[in-house]
């Protein structure tokens, strides 16, 4: 009998929070790991390193390529060298913030680099391989009524990195129809762990007040309390990326928890499982939390981190995920803190 063809995977975004989650799931799957990288002149391959067997780079079933989505003509050749089973395209500018710093950076990479590999594997006319969109919640943006948001919900994007998932979003339904390419779209609702970078709120709440805790920093400054978010743990999300490509067809998916949280109650719940007493006082741009034992402020807020228009309220409802993948969230958002929480405190 013949030796079974091991499936070969192409992860765009690997050095990131989900690439590197995905290729421990993909390595475990018996997959050959190709991912891409882009130069920057310090490391940033910190999140994957372990990958390598410590470094001796003699891990046969993983490969790095320098690439970067906003150069088409490298995009291709990668794509073209490997001919891969699956694409996963996990690059972008992330930061929702940033993009209205620098927003047309965020829609080259974010939006028109979904465009670059996708017009890749038609030109290449890889009729076997698969594309993984990661699409966001951000898209949904300005939403009317506090409802569960599913794959019917329209979209109302509140900043350029949105509109620019927006763009990748509509692209990747078209190259399906159009060309017939396996390309599916992964709605993903927040999703954290202890390699969350470390400008988003979740890791910088962790961060700052366990810092707090062991006297090596006096405040946490944030934005908007109020924003509402369902936050669920990478690991879990890694594994939809997954199962939406071992789906029977192409298809679009929303992958959440259904559970939601304010940025205040993060930050409670985070201070609580340190035994920081905290009380909240002041209104507006003024609230702040006092440490109780203490007297002093340990967290205040500043209006550099307000956004021009924000997102205020996100759950989903992943029912169809649930039904038809069979994939639930296994991790709570207080078990997720908690794997956070250790992480830092081990460093
Ligand atoms: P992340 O940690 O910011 O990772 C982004 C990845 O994209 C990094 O590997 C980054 O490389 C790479 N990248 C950036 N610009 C690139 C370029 N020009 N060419 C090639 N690679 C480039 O983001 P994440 O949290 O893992 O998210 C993964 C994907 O899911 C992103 O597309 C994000 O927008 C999307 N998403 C995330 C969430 C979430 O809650 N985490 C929810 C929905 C959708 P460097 O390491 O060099 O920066
Ligand atoms: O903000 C509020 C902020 O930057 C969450 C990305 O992965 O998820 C992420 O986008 C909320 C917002 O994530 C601070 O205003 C308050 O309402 O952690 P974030 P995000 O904007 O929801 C989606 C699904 C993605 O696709 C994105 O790639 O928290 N907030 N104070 C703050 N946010 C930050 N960053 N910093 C603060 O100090």
């Known amino acids: 009998m013949g030796k079974i063809r091991k499936k070969t995977a192409l992860i765009f975004g690997i050095t990131g929070q989900d690439g590197s989650y995905l290729a421990e799931l993909l390595l ?30 003699s891990n046969k079933n993983f490969f790095i390529h320098y690439g970067d989505i906003s150069d088409g003509t ?24 940033v993009s209205f710093d620098i ?10 680099g979904a465009l670059r590999i996708l017009e890749s594997i038609k030109i290449l006319n890889l009729k076997k391989t698969k594309y993984y969109q990661a699409s966001s919640s951000e898209m949904y943006g300005l939403v009317n009524k506090k409802n569960s948001l599913n794959e019917k919900t329209p979209f109302h994007p509140r900043s350029v990195y949105g509109v620019s998932k927006v763009f990748a979003y509509h692209t990747t339904v078209h190259y399906r129809e159009a060309y017939g390419i396996f390309a599916s779209n992964g709605i993903l609702f927040n999703h954290e762990s202890p ?3 470390p400008t988003f709120v979740t890791k910088k709440i962790v961060q700052g007040l366990v810092r707090i805790k062991q006297g090596l920093q006096k405040k946490l400054t944030l934005g908007n309390l109020y924003a509402i978010r369902d936050w669920g743990h990478a690991k879990d999300y890694a594994i939809s990326m997954w199962k939406i490509l071992q789906y029977k067809k192409p298809d679009d998916w929303v992958i959440a928890t259904n559970k939601e949280n304010t940025v205040k109650n993060f930050v409670n719940t985070t201070a609580k499982k340190l035994s920081l007493k905290i009380k909240w006082i002041g209104k507006g741009i003024n609230e702040k939390a006092i440490d109780m034992e203490t007297k002093k402020t340990i967290v205040d807020l500043d209006k550099k981190f307000l956004r021009p228009t924000e997102v205020d309220y996100l ?10 993948l069979k994939w639930n969230p296994t991790i709570t958002t207080n078990e997720l803190i908690e794997d956070m929480i250790e992480e830092e405190i081990s460093k």
């Open 74 to 97: 490298s995009t291709l050749s990668i794509i073209n060298k490997i001919k891969p089973d699956e694409i996963y395209n996990l690059a972008a500018q992330s930061h929702v913030r």
């Open 28 to 57: 475990k799957k018996n997959y050959i790991i190709h991912g891409v990288k882009r130069r920057s002149s310090s490391a940033n391959t910190e999140r994957v390193d372990h990958l390598f067997d410590s470094l001796n780079f």
């Open 103 to 112: 927003p047309e950076y965020t829609a080259d990479i974010t939006g028109l």
């Open 195 to 197: 390699r969350r970078g």
């Open 315 to 324: 759950k989903g409802d992943f029912s169809k995920a649930r039904k038809k």
